[in-house]
């Protein structure tokens, strides 16, 4: 007879468009019992707990966090994360943050902190980790098959239309979101580079807004050069005035001449591996492009990513994105900001690992 899973209570903070992809894996996962959510906005709120027939519809956190719940997905805009995950974290709720982890490394210090202090578990949503071509491009490059990666380049290549900015207050703004294409987007490509090629030595980088400047005050476009603590160098490309978009893609090349490739095109697809010269017939790349082209995209990953998270609190392990691992993207975009604000490369006193 097989056991019985472990179920936790479980609930979502933060109603819109993300929380979804949340409820979706929470009501059906089977370590999970969909306890509980909120959201200032109590119609948004009813409006989740009616569709996903959740026990407890909150109107604070204090609320939800009296619920009953275990286990709290955080799903509100940025600048809420670090006060949201160390309420959680002191009433001794595990927690799962969107990304980015928060929009000041100061905050995310903070946040970790009152995790280990309370001692739950604390992880953050990058769930592209979970793409079977990415978890590949890591795993050949973890087993020495492309020698010492070299150069890596990640780039978000993507569209954001005026009515975008316009469906929240938070959006578009350094005092909502913290920033623009890099905080927001391409943080996700960035995270997926800094877990292929390892922790960022040093960062060169320009931002401007160079065409949505009528209705954000945040970056657009941005160009950087890293270096690696190995001496590897690596690229950030990021733009959301790209129409027809084209998509976000993390590559990498090895000392033995190789190159792997991760491409999501469109936006919301499935990631796949467009050039992996390990394979010189190119078959295997082919039949892998034929199995996951046509898979569901999002928000599958995130099924997959609460899975992982919920599982590590039963066994009493690490998350696969811990707090402290969310960090290092959020240490590289801090360092774009600030080299194009004073023109100077940013040097990491040591790894921001
Ligand atoms: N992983 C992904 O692919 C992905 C995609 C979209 C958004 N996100 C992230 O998810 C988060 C939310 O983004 P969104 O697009 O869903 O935003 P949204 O504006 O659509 O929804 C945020 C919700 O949080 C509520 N809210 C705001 N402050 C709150 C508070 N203090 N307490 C309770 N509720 C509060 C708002 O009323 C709103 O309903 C952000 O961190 C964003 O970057 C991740």
């Known amino acids: ?93 595990h927690v799962l943050c969107e990304k980015p982890i928060s929009v000041e490394l100061a905050e995310a210090d903070r946040m970790i902190a009152a995790a280990d202090a309370a001692g739950i578990t604390f992880g953050v949503v990058f769930m592209r980790r979970f793409w079977p071509a990415a978890q590949r491009i890591h795993q050949a490059i973890v087993s020495g098959a492309i020698g010492l990666p070299t150069f890596g380049m990640c780039q978000a290549l993507l569209w954001r239309p005026e009515s975008y900015f316009a469906q929240a207050e938070w959006r578009g703004t350094w005092a909502g979101e913290g920033g623009g294409v890099l905080m927001n987007q391409a943080v996700h490509v960035i995270d997926m580079l800094q877990w292929f090629m390892g922790s960022v030595a040093e960062v060169y980088g320009k931002y401007d807004t160079l065409v949505h400047g009528n209705y954000i005050d945040v970056e657009d476009t941005v160009a950087a050069t890293l270096t690696f603590a190995s001496g590897a160098l690596g690229l950030v490309q990021a733009i959301t005035t790209i129409d027809p978009q084209l998509g976000y893609r993390v590559s990498v090349h090895g000392s033995n001449g190789a190159s792997l490739s991760v491409w999501e095109n469109p936006e919301g697809t499935q990631g796949f591996n467009d050039i992996w010269t390990l394979d010189p017939t190119g078959e295997q790349r082919a039949r892998w492009e034929q199995e996951e082209r046509d898979q569901p995209g999002f928000p599958a990953f995130h099924i997959l990513q609460i899975e992982d998270f919920l599982q590590s609190i039963i066994e009493g392990r690490e998350p696969a994105v811990t707090g402290a691992e969310a960090r290092k993207s959020l240490a590289i975009i801090e360092a774009i900001y600030e080299s194009s604000r004073t023109g100077q490369p940013i040097r990491f006193a040591e790894s921001p690992s």
């Open 1 to 93: 007879m097989g056991s019985v899973p472990r179920r936790l209570k479980t609930g979502i903070i933060g109603c819109g468009n993300i929380a979804p992809a949340h409820a979706q894996a929470l009501a059906v996962l089977p370590q999970s019992e969909f306890w509980a959510c909120a959201d200032v906005d109590s119609a948004k709120a009813a409006s989740l707990a009616s569709e996903y027939s959740v026990r407890h519809c909150c109107a604070t956190l204090d609320e939800l966090l009296a619920s009953g719940i275990e286990a709290l997905m955080v799903c509100t805009p940025h600048k809420s994360h670090e006060a949201i995950v160390t309420r959680a974290a002191e009433a001794g709720v």
